[in-house]
């Protein structure tokens, strides 16, 4: 079974940065691709990036290109999303997710383990 805990965020301004992070237990941390999500009020779990289990490799939705970064440290069990210039429609619920294919997805049917989430605010 795998452990999935993130953190990091947190009520902020809009246009400045936050940094999320996932911490990941129970398994081999680098046999997993790992994705964040989110989910805003009302709203369907949207993809916001993945990235390789070497992360040598990334994916990013559209809307935050250009704007967020996902890393990972494999001897950390830890992976990163950066997020600066945040905006407004970022405010969302951000949720990281573990599976065990080769590549990194953007669908979200993919990932079979998932963190509680952490809420992030954007305000205006």
């Known amino acids: 079974q795998v452990q999935l805990v993130e953190s990091g965020g947190g009520l902020v301004q809009a246009g400045g940065s936050l940094r999320l992070s996932c911490a990941v237990s129970?398994?081999?941390?680098?046999?997993?691709?790992m994705g964040w999500f989110r989910q805003a009020p009302g709203k369907e779990r949207e993809f916001v990036a993945a990235?390789?289990?070497?992360?040598?490799?990334?994916l990013y939705a559209d809307s935050v290109k250009g704007r967020f970064t996902m890393s990972r440290v494999n001897a950390k069990n830890t992976v990163y999303l950066q997020m600066n210039s945040l905006k407004p429609e970022d405010t969302a619920i951000y949720y990281c997710?573990?599976?065990?294919?080769?590549?990194?997805?953007?669908?979200?049917?993919?990932?079979?383990?998932w963190g509680q989430g952490t809420q992030v605010t954007v305000s205006s």
């Open positions: 990235i390789s289990r070497s992360g040598g490799r990334t």
């Open positions: 997710a573990a599976d065990q294919r080769f590549f990194p997805s953007p669908d979200v049917s993919t990932y079979d383990y």
């Open positions: 129970g398994r081999t941390f680098s046999n997993y691709i």
